[in-house]
């Protein structure tokens, strides 16, 4: 299904507010994604992206606020066949050969993707006439991927995409999703790997105890880690010199070359040309995906006085696993 200019976005959550007995899990999360966008959560372990993800797929009741997929409730959205999902775990079902999971879920929706081209696509259709509870895990995950994509929805929602896949299957994988999203269907995925989001999302959104601390794209969430690094080329200068410059926190020697830690970079160069005419083969670098998730998650850890701690709990963590596609 196509949505002309002007339709609602892709999901709006306004106030999401979750807890399980005294844990709060999401604490009024407020997200707008546009249709055809591209967004990774991020997050620790309890940060609530599970539960977000639970959310936005009806699978779990809200405490307070509002949901909306394609200006419609969750469950409408699910019903009309606009959602694909693929969750952490869960078992295949027994007495079903692959091929026939994926065309029992093709059948939920009403216009799905052709069964074999999905196969194919995936990479599933060389195993899909095993039993779909004789497989690894990475084959399993890869089931999980083409069931949510038969329906051909206009949503696709990822937990973990790529738990237990190898790094080929890794790569294959994103290759796929790179021609969904061309296909302009909207893709909120939550994942550990660092190098995905930073490679494959148009935005970022960081979660650090059920709130949003960061929102925008790689190059954004970057930009707000405090360090930057010079490298220069600079022989025979101690370190101790280079630390004293304004801007510099600390400095590095690797032979010839010195990697300077920068509170302020743009101080930290022009104090470094200016004493040392020497310095050749500059490099000034931005903070990294992973520094930067380091330092507005480490700030966010403690909580405000009287918070409850987020904990993995059998209710919290365990029920987000349970999933639509799985």
């Given amino acids: 299904m196509s949505f002309p200019d002007g339709a609602p976005p892709g999901v709006r959550l306004v106030g999401l507010t979750k807890s399980y007995g005294r844990v709060l899990a999401v604490r009024g999360i407020d997200l707008t994604?546009?249709?055809?966008?591209?967004?990774?959560?991020?997050?620790?372990?309890g940060a609530g992206k599970s539960t977000t993800i639970d959310a936005?797929?009806?699978?779990?009741?809200?405490?307070?606020?509002?949901?909306?997929?394609?200006?419609?409730?969750?469950?409408?959205?699910?019903?009309?066949?606009?959602?694909?999902?693929?969750?952490q775990s869960g078992q295949q079902p027994e007495y079903l050969r692959v091929?026939?999971?994926?065309?029992?879920?093709?059948?939920?929706?009403?216009?799905?993707?052709?069964?074999?081209?999905?196969?194919?696509?995936?990479?599933?259709?060389?195993?899909?006439?095993?039993?779909?509870?004789?497989?690894?895990?990475?084959?399993?995950?890869?089931?999980?991927?083409?069931?949510?994509?038969?329906?051909?929805?206009?949503?696709?929602?990822?937990?973990?995409?790529?738990?237990?896949?190898?790094?080929?299957?890794?790569?294959?994988?994103?290759?796929?999703?790179?021609e969904v999203a061309r296909q302009g269907k909207t893709i909120v995925f939550a994942t550990h790997y660092l190098e995905e989001a930073d490679a494959f999302a148009d935005r970022i959104v960081l979660l650090a105890r059920g709130r949003i601390v960061a929102d925008g794209p790689a190059t954004e969430i970057k930009a707000l880690a405090g360090t930057r690094t010079i490298r220069a080329t600079l022989p025979e200068v101690e370190t101790g010199r280079l630390t004293a410059l304004p801007g510099v926190t600390s400095a590095q020697r690797h032979g010839e070359t010195v990697i300077l830690s920068c509170a302020d970079a743009d101080t930290a160069l022009r104090a470094l040309l200016s004493g040392y005419a020497a310095a050749r083969d500059l490099e000034v670098r931005g903070g990294s995906l992973e520094e930067a998730f380091l330092e507005l998650t480490d700030d966010q850890q403690d909580g405000a006085p009287g918070d409850p701690a987020e904990v993995p709990s059998p209710v919290a963590d365990g029920a987000e696993t349970a999933g639509v596609n799985s």
């Fill in 56 to 87: 936005m797929l009806g699978l779990s009741r809200p405490d307070a606020g509002t949901v909306e997929i394609f200006g419609r409730t969750a469950s409408e959205a699910i019903r009309a066949g606009l959602v694909g999902a693929m969750l």
């Fill in 99 to 178: 091929r026939e999971v994926v065309e029992l879920t093709a059948s939920y929706y009403p216009r799905p993707r052709p069964v074999q081209e999905v196969l194919e696509l995936t990479g599933v259709a060389e195993f899909a006439d095993r039993w779909a509870t004789r497989l690894s895990g990475g084959q399993s995950q890869l089931v999980r991927f083409a069931a949510a994509l038969v329906g051909d929805p206009d949503l696709l929602v990822l937990d973990e995409p790529t738990a237990a896949v190898d790094v080929a299957g890794r790569n294959d994988f994103w290759r796929v999703m790179r």
């Fill in 33 to 45: 994604i546009g249709a055809g966008q591209t967004v990774a959560l991020l997050g620790p372990n």
